[in-house]
Structures are given as C-alpha cells and as structure tokens.
RNA sequence: AGCGAGGUAGGGUAGACUGGAGUGCCCGCCGGGCUCAUAACCCGGAGAUCGGUGGUUCAAAUCCACCUCUCGCUACCA
C-alpha cells in the first residue's frame, strides 16, 4: 500500500489560530483525504511550537508559567481544527517528552557526525526584548519590535556546520526538481545557497525556555532546529523506525520557506536521514489588501466565520480563491459571493431540484450513463495528485455545470416513463460521484449528500455511474445563502 | 543594492516552457430561454492596442533586449 505522509508547519504559540493558519491546515487536511480516499496509507501531522524566548514572554506578560501558557494556547488550536474538520492523525507539541528525546538524540547524530562545534555569535541584540535581531531587520539601527537601541553583543554558542552541505544541497535540489514547489520558488532557494551558506548557530546559553543542550546542559537548543525536528519526533522516533519517513510534503509559507528547504535537509543530511520529498510553499491571506496585523485590527477569527456560514464554506473558500503558492485576498465579501453562487447556487441546488424530482417521480431510476462523459476524472487525479488542488476544484466544477445543463437540456418535468427514469438516473449518478470527489474539500456537505442519497460515502473507485442501488430521499438545502 | 516572481476586458485568473486568428474560466454588467429548483438553472451579448519600446519571425500575449510599475526574499524573532 502507498504511503503518504503530509505535515503542516507547527503553529508558534505567540497568538491564537488565524486565518493563515487554518489555510495552511486546510490545504494538508485536503490532500490527506485526498489520499485516504485514494487508499494509501495516510499520515497527517501538526502541531505547535512551544519553545523561545517570545513564548517565555508572552506567558509571564499574561502572568502566567510558560507551561500554563502553552497548555491554554496549544488547547485552542486542538479545538479550532477540531471545529475546521481537520482529520490529523496526530498533534505534536514540541514540550512533550516525545519530542525532547527526539531532538537530543537528534542533535547526538549530527554531533557524532562531526557537523558541531563550539564559537562565538555575534549580533545586534535588543535588550529589552532579550532577543537577537538579524542586521536586515534593523530599522534606522534600531529593533523593529519596540524602536529602541540595540547593541553588539557576543555570547558562546554551538555551531551547526551548514556550510559543510552547500554542495549535496544544490545536488538534491537538481535530482528533484519538484522538491520545491511550486517549482518558481527553486531558483529563489538556487541562488541563495550558491551564494554561499554560513554555519548555523544552534543553541542559545541565554535562553531558559527550551530543550537542553546533550553537550552543555547551559545552553537550550535554537527554536527553529528543536522545531524542525518534530517532523520525526511525532513517528515515534527514536523508539521505533520512522515507518512514515521522508515525509511526502510539508506544507509550508514562503516566510519559512528557507528552514524547510534548506537547514532541515541538511540537518537530517548531518544526521542520516532521507531529505523530504516535497516542500509546498503556500502564500499568505491578506485581509481586504492589506497585510493582517493587530495593530490594523483586520485579524480573521476564522472561528467566527464557520458559525457564520458553514465549516465547508470556509475550507471551499480557502481552498478556492487562491492558486497554491500565490497570494490570495481574503474578505467575507468574498466568502459570501462564494458562498452563494458556487455553493448554495451551483452545487447546493443541483442536489436540491435532483432529488425534489426524484422524489416526485416515485418511479424507477434506471438508464444509460450519458452523462459520464463530461467527468474528467482522470484530469482531476492528476491535479490532486500534483496538489494543484486549484485546478482540480475547477475540474470538479465543470462537471457540476455540466449536470446543472444536462438538466436544463433533458427537462425532466415534461418526461415521463423510459425517458423520465433516464434523465434522473443520470442525474442522481452525478450527485453521487460529486460527492465523493468534493469529500476531500467538503467532507461534511459530503456525508450530507450521500445521506439523502441513501448510501454510504463512495470510495474513488464508485466515482462510476453504475446501477441504482438505493433509495435518495431529499433533505434540507445543502448551503444557504446569506445576504 | 542583490536575487526572485509578476503586470491579459470593470475586478480576478488560465494560456507563455513546446510561437500560429485574443482562445478560455469565475465574478460583475446587458438581453433572452426555462419553470424541476435555494430570485436558483440554461443560452446569447457587450467589454482587452495581452505594462511600454525595439528586435527575431511568414507569424509574438508567448522568444530576445531595454525600459517601467507592483510584490516577495536577503538566513539565526518565529
């Protein structure tokens, strides 16, 4: 059986779930049912990223222990998916003890593999925000956080010797073209390293909030590689083998995108491990044009907006207004008109007139599949199965308007008998297969289809018009529209 | 500044690698059809000098050069 093993990015506990962050657990939710559906041995991971200074600052600004801040906040991200319809397997919180013992003997494999050594950091630190700050960032000389003076300070740290993988890197990107993806982003990533790679500085003496150092116990490990780590520490390793390893995608936003495609594969190069397969560089939401930020007040409870509308109308949303990789605008307006025309008019309606004739004929449901010629399944395994999930929507939609126009053309009310039966036929196989090809974006409007189909959800292979079976009852609209 | 991506009807996009009538899709707009259906569904129409200039070519949205505008990244906060 196949394996696929799809993760998010885990979430940093500095704030509650946003908008971004259901986009991008959406999108690996998508592509796991995907696969699931397909029948192939599926693994999904998230989680969150518990460690750093900022969480430590965070906590004690709410008057509270990190532990207690990260327990309340990594709870709401567990509810948030929860209420998204997010079917993880698993939720990893780089606290756990799990997680821990993966990473110090994480860091023992690249140690003994000669990838650590001992030396100096030297940067712009701010002081009252306790942290580094990387000279580009600078604004005027100053933090960008607070505005105020930052100054040059050293401190003792250990080396990771990145530099040392500059080659195989450039190496594996050529073997794998689709390693990054989309593959627009791999020049970016090219051209970087060719530039040059520095070693990486990875562990921090004055950073309490964090996984100890194996090799000196003063110092904690850097948050990003502690974080990265997780993608392994979640398969039980080091306990047992990493059945699910290399990863198949990580689904990741461009800001992170240099961790993934470049200090992870190195890391695991330095301790032994396979590259993942894919890195799916996403873009970010921005809201009504702008950039979302607190201090805009434009950040999207997307909580808030599944009580308003519909869990499926937010994930079709987040899944349709934006090609993967592209950035994307978000506003209700938006939400709404899809909403209202793709959802409740297009799909919601051809399910509703379907089964209201249907019901009124009483009759028999038997004919010739006509229809099934205007389904591009095969288009739409292809897309799925290159995460252009985009485009695989689109092909969905086609067929959903093409059965919206098999309807107009048969006029099944002015039929009676042979012909009546046929054109119904035709039309409730339509609503049949489309549900089991929306299940992976719309998995609750699924369920309801197939419920008033009177059937169980079908599997890829049902996406066949084959003979009537079951008795479809019609229920309530699928979506409403909201004005 | 360097590196990267992009500028296609009112808005949003596909097409560009492998040149061949501006060909397509969604929203909006205008007109028509239908009445099974959630003022839903179907058909037709208007609307684009394909960012600009020059070049290659029988032929350029597509290839090349230059210009211009927008956006992203430039690593140790995540």
Known sequence: MPRFYVTTPIFYLNGKPHIGHAYAVTV????????????????FLTGTDEHGEKVAKKAQENGLSPQEHVDQLSESFRKAWKKLNISNNDFIRTTELRHEKAVRHFVKLMHDNGDIYEGVYEGWYCTPDETFIPESQLIDGKCPECGREVKKLKEETYYFRLSRYQDRLLEYYSENPDFILPRKRTLEIVN?????????????PSVKWGIPFTFNEKHTVYVWVDALINYLSALGWPDSEPKYWPADIHIVGKDIMWFHAVIWPAMLMSAG???????????????????MSKSLGNVTDPLELVDKYSVDA??????REMPLGDDGDFSEQLLKARNNNEL??????LVYRVLTMTEKSGGK??????LEKSLELKTFQEEMDRYDTYKA?????????????????????????????NALYNSVEACRVISILISPFMPETAEKISKQLGIPLGRLEDCRFSK??????????LFIRVD
Do not use: C
Request: charged share 30%.
């Open 192 to 204: 970087r390293v060719k530039e040059g790679l520095k070693d990486l500085s990875m562990t921090r």
């Open 28 to 43: 690996a939710d998508v592509l796991a049912r995907w696969h699931r559906l397909k029948g192939d041995d599926t693994f």
């Open 365 to 370: 449901l038997e004919g010739r599949p006509e």
């Open 393 to 421: 929507l689109e092909t969905v939609w086609r067929f959903i308007k093409a059965s919206n126009k098999y309807i107009n053309d048969t006029k099944p009310w002015e039929l009676e008998g042979e012909a009546l039966s």
């Open 468 to 477: 009537i079976g079951y008795l479809p009852k019609k229920g309530s609209p």
């Open 344 to 349: 409740a008019s297009d799909l919601g309606n």
């Open 314 to 319: 937010l994930r079709y949303f987040l899944m």
């Open 273 to 291: 491990f396979k590259p993942p397969k894919s890195v799916l560089v996403t873009g970010h939401y921005i809201v009504e044009g702008r950039k």
